[in-house]
């Protein structure tokens, strides 16, 4: 949208840039795609932002000798905030796929190999490492087998006994209050309600009900947090687009400060490190926080393509 001295379109700039990135893991759609910024999301809900976590491990869990150094690999990776991307599901190079296990109960599984294939990925093994991340901490649950030798893996409920046992903390605010326990559904059965996008609660040993960890899934399949979390990216780019609009003088303070220094036409482009969303205003050599649910620190690499955006030779500066 153009206003005044304003040059700013943060609609076409976020549009620009998830379609750079899903094109990027090979998406074939179209730009236009009304819910693109859902399949984004849905992407960003499955992939893991490499960052150091503080890892917990549950009593429960039983780890095979002979994928004891791929796991203290990966453990490694986890906090020193190395990538573990090579070790989750191939699927993730689908932006359409949706991990029915991960959206309802939110845990993500990671294979428990070192070998690195042609594509990126870890070579595949049968069983893997099931992990709840969250931002600064991930929760190692156990190592179980999946596929044809495990294929209830997915809806095993005494994966959520476990967290429940080791972390209740965790599950707290998941828990259903005011109404009598839910009936558990059969393990068939609950593979084929999850399939079916239908959202169930789950009873556990201590008489409590709680609502799926992942937040749920949508009638579409996809997930409600990752649905929500496109909603909140676009409602805060919109509110910084018509502030700016409503006070353009007030951000050219922000942006450059001295008036001596503000440029006769301010041009503001949205742009993205990792999961979060900055504007930046040319040759203004300042950053201001859009959208930043997650604290980053930038790579070197990232900080010089952030200086080239903003056309400055001074150092920049970083607000939230």
């Not at 840039?17 to 990027?24: H, N």
């Not at 949706?98 to 069983?127: A, K, M, Q, V």
């Amino acid at each position: 949208m153009h206003f005044m001295d304003v040059r700013i379109d943060f609609s076409k700039d976020y549009l620009d840039i998830i379609y750079e990135k899903l094109k990027a893991v090979g998406w074939q759609g179209a730009r236009d795609d009304k819910n693109i910024d859902i399949r984004f999301s849905n992407f960003q809900r499955r992939y893991v932002v490499a960052k150091k976590r503080k890892i917990f491990i549950s009593r429960q869990l039983k780890c095979p000798a002979y994928l004891k150094s791929a796991y203290q690999a990966i453990l490694e990776k986890i906090t020193s905030g190395e990538s573990i991307v090579p070790h989750l599901s191939r699927y993730l190079k689908d932006p359409d796929y949706n991990d029915l296990f991960l959206n309802d109960w939110g845990i993500h599984h990671l294979h428990l190999s070192t070998d690195i294939e042609d594509d990126g990925f870890t070579s595949r093994t049968g069983p893997v490492l099931l992990v709840v991340f969250g931002e600064d901490y991930a929760l190692i649950i156990d190592v179980r087998m999946h596929g044809p030798e495990n294929p209830d893996l997915w809806v095993q409920e005494d994966i959520l006994e476990i967290i429940r046992i080791n972390w209740p903390a965790w599950l707290e605010p998941l828990r259903l209050r005011g109404m009598l326990p839910a009936e558990n559904r059969s393990r068939k059965d609950r593979k084929k309600i999850r399939r079916g996008s239908v959202n169930t609660f789950l009873t556990l040993s201590d008489g409590k009900s709680y609502m799926g960890p992942g937040m749920g899934i949508t009638s579409a399949g996809t997930s409600t947090q990752a649905t929500m979390s496109a909603d909140k990216i676009r409602y805060a780019i919109r509110t910084f687009e018509n502030n700016l609009n409503a006070d353009p003088l007030g951000y050219k303070r922000k942006f450059w400060g001295d008036y001596r220094r503000w440029p006769a036409m301010m041009t503001v482009r949205l742009c993205c490190v990792g999961e979060n969303y900055y504007a930046v205003a040319e040759n203004s050599g300042t950053i201001l926080g859009v959208y930043v649910p997650w604290e980053v620190h930038m790579s070197d690499a990232e900080r010089c393509h952030m200086r080239v955006m903003s056309a400055s030779a001074s150092s920049i500066h970083i607000f939230g």
